[in-house]
């Protein structure tokens, strides 16, 4: 059972992932790179996108959360902190994005992180290999995902862009760690049921 103290930790970091206000470590990857000239319908699109995106982490946030919490492996937790920092990194990339494009996160955050937290701590009563491999599946999906978004983002945006392939890379890693760590493969319904619950978020958080 985790400390109190411990809980109180998770909280906070909840409170923060839900509002919006992550501390990045490393410095955002569009530091540097001057800002397109986007009409109002590509700047909306952009940050719509990056919404999308935000939620992606704020949900990514609530599974590795939850994941840490029931890990029965301190080895397991430990090798998986360098991706939870990263994951906070991407929280604060993708709100600033927003914010630069004139958008806003998702009104629905706190509902969207705890359906993940619900799923993440679900995935963790399995054990770890399924708890990893719920990682590992989610990971792959959001670097697709990401791919998706660059096809889709304007070409001259460079600055959203390169959030957005920083973020990729890392994601690769962090799939690649899960699987590492002993991930099993998880069922096919199982990878299909979570394809359809990112399409429901996605679709819905373009818009709100
Ligand atoms: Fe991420
Ligand atoms: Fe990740």
């Known amino acids: 059972m985790p400390s109190f103290d411990r809980l109180i930790g998770e909280f906070d970091r909840a409170l923060r992932a839900v509002s919006g206000v992550a501390r990045a470590a490393r410095r955002s990857p569009a530091e540097g790179v001057p800002e397109a000239g986007l009409d109002a319908g590509e700047r909306a699109h952009a940050a719509a996108l990056m919404r999308v995106n935000h939620v992606g982490e704020v949900c990514a946030q609530a599974l590795y959360q939850g994941q840490s919490l029931t890990a029965r492996n301190k080895e397991t937790k430990n090798k998986l902190q360098q991706a939870v920092r990263e994951e906070e990194d991407h929280l604060a990339w993708s709100a600033e994005r927003i914010r630069e494009l004139g958008g806003a996160p998702s009104l629905l955050n706190p509902l969207w992180y705890a359906g993940a937290f619900a799923i993440g701590a679900a995935a963790g009563a399995l054990g770890d290999r399924w708890n990893l491999a719920f990682l590992a599946e989610t990971e792959r999906q959001v670097e697709e995902h990401l791919s998706g978004h660059l096809a889709a983002l304007p070409a001259q945006d460079r600055r959203t862009r390169a ?46």
């Not at 994601?171 to 399409?199: C, F, I, K, Q, Y």
């Not at 679709?203 to 709100?208: E, G, K, L, N, P």
């Open 163 to 208: 959030v957005v392939e920083a973020m990729r890379a890392d994601e690769a890693r962090h799939r690649a760690t899960a699987l590492g760590l002993g991930a099993a493969e998880l069922p096919a319904p199982v990878s299909d049921a979570m394809r359809l619950a990112s399409r429901v978020m996605t679709t819905v958080a373009y818009r709100i």
